[in-house]
C-alpha cells in the first residue's frame, strides 16, 4: 500500500519501521523540532530521526488544520497516525481512510497520554488498539486490539516500548487484512468511554497528601520523561524511581521528610515513600545514594510544600 505516516514519539517509531519494510511511505508527518531540556536546545522527534535515517520526506506542519493539502496531493491509499500529537482535520479525513494505533483498550482513556494514565491509575493489564479514525478525538470503530500486562517495575518508558512492538506487529496484521478484503469495525461503547489527556505541567505534580500507591504510580508514569515534581524551599525536585518504605510517622504532616542521611524517606497520607532516583535544579537525575553524600537541599523535618510551581 502508499500511506503517509503520522507520528511523533518513540511509541510511532516501531510503526514507521514496519511500514517502510512492508509498504510504501510517501511521506512521514511528525511535530515540528521543540526546544527540550535545560539549555532549551532545538531537538527532532525520534519518527523524524528514523525517517531521515530511512531516507523519506519528512513534512512538519505548525498546524495540521491548515496546512494538509500536501498529504491529499500524494493520494495514498491510508493515512497511518500513531502518537501524532494533533488532531486530524475533517477535511482530510473525508478525502483519505485513516488508521490509528492508539495505546489502549478503546473505549478507554481516549486521548494523548493513555500510557501514563494507565500507570497513574495502578492497573494490572492495558493494551494497544488499531482503529479508523474519525473527526471526534479517538472515536472511530475498532478493527484490532490486544492486551498488554503492566509489570510491577513498569514505568512509561518500558511500558510504551512493549507496547509500541504490539502496536506495529498488529497494524501489520490489520493491513494484511484489508490488502485481502478483510475489514473489521466494532463500534465503540460510549457508556464504557474516559479520558487520558494530553498532560499538562500541574499533572507533573506530587502531592504528599496523597496515598503512598498513588505517588508510586504518578512517578512511574512520568518516568522517565519529564519526570514527577515537587517542590522544596522553592526547589523545583524530581522523582523518576521510587518505593514503599515501612518507616511510619503518624505525627508528622504527609510532605515530611523524615530521613535524609542514607535513604530519603518522605511521609504520605498513608504512609512513607522511599525515593530512589531523583533530580535537583540544575543537576543530572542520579541515584539517591549519590545525591545524598553532601547535598544540602533536602533535610531532615522539611516539608514539601502544596502547590505546583
Known sequence: MKVVMMGTPKFAVPVLEMLHKKHTVLLVVTQPDKPTGRKKILTESLVKIKAKELDIEVFQPVKLKNDYQRIIDLKPDYIITAAYGQMLPKELLDQIPAINVHGSILPRYRGGAPIQYALFDGLRETGVTVMYMAYQMDSGDIIKQEVVQIYENDNYMSLSERMSIVGANLLDSVLNDISQGIKHRIPQHIDKVSFAYTLKREDEFISFHQSTDSIINRIKGLSPEPGAHAILKN????????????????????????????????????????????????????????????QTIIKDDDVFIEGSK
Do not use: C, H, W
Open 235 to 294: 526547589n523545583v525536585i524530581k522523582f523518576y524511581r521510587a518505593q514503599k518504605s515501612d518507616i511510619i510517622d503518624s505525627k508528622a504532616v504527609p510532605g515530611t521528610v523524615l530521613q535524609s542521611k542514607k535513604r530519603l524517606i518522605i511521609k504520605t497520607l498513608d504512609g512513607s515513600i522511599e525515593i530512589l532516583e531523583i533530580q535537583a535544579p540544575g543537576k543530572k537525575v542520579m541515584n539517591i545514594k549519590d545525591f545524598l553524600n553532601g
